[in-house]
């Protein structure tokens, strides 16, 4: 029995007992109004409380989206300081007419097309050119001729990789054909050498959304490379290894 219908069955028995009690007694000298019950609804006892439901989890942090299966475009600049060792050979003679140090720094700029071919790869062409604001040939330096700036040029293919699925990382493998042009210190070819070559680039660096689809960061590069100018048949050649490690701001559509 609730207790609702436990209250309203004491009512009803003490109404009972009020109007047998007023029979007994004789009929009542003036009228006399019924006995009234009033109803008291109780709350039953609330359940014992249970253990406390367990705190809401902290949102997901956004992961970065993956590599969109399409165009992928990245430009970067940042300096760049190039170090080589050149060799003039005489074939006639069979002895070398000089060697000489060339290094120089200066801004290095890139620009890189292609398309993403996986969720975190891309692939494409590459192009960009070496600067030298500042260098040495020799004994001869920058402003003690009156030359043009000296570049060296790349051209070539590209693939870059994005290993984690949750930060910016990325690395990147690239061989190149180079062209250099920078004077000639030695006159034996006229004002000017200009060289060619082959190379190889690695590159490594960190870059955070902007967008959906953009990324601004930092990379730090270096590149290598052998040059050489004249054909076989020419009686003065002339050759180099050259090496320049980089640092370069990125911006990158993906």
């Known amino acids: 029995m609730t207790i609702r219908g436990w209250a309203a069955g004491a009512c009803t028995s003490a109404a009972l007992l009020g109007s047998g009690a007023a029979l007994a007694a004789g009929p009542p000298s003036h009228p006399t109004s019924k006995p009234e019950c009033i109803l008291i609804e109780l709350e039953p006892d609330a359940p ?141 070819i006229g004002d000017y050498r200009e060289l060619l070559g082959v190379s190889f680039s690695a590159s490594a660096g960190y870059e955070g959304r902007l967008a959906e689809a953009w990324g601004l960061g930092v990379q730090a590069r270096l590149d290598g490379g052998i040059l050489s100018h004249g054909a076989r048949s020419d009686p003065v050649t002339s050759g180099a290894a050259w090496i320049s490690p980089g640092v370069q701001l990125t911006a990158t559509y993906f």
């Open 48 to 188: 014992p409380p249970g253990p406390e439901p367990p705190p809401p989890k902290p949102p997901a942090r956004p992961q970065p989206a993956p590599l969109h299966s399409g165009l992928y475009l990245r430009i970067a600049a940042g300096p760049s300081y190039l170090m080589s060792l050149f060799e003039i050979y005489d074939k006639a003679q069979r002895a070398d007419l000089a060697m000489a140090r060339f290094s120089g720094g200066g801004s290095n700029l890139e620009a890189r097309l292609g398309f993403a071919i996986a969720r975190r790869v891309a692939f494409g062409l590459r192009g960009g050119a070496l600067l030298l604001h500042t260098w040495r040939f020799g004994d001869i330096a920058a402003g003690d001729v009156d030359a043009t700036t000296p570049a060296l040029g790349s051209a070539g293919w590209f693939i870059d990789l994005y290993p984690f699925a949750d930060n910016g990382f990325h690395a990147s493998l690239s061989p190149a054909v180079n062209w250099l042009r920078l004077p000639d210190p030695t006159g034996a």
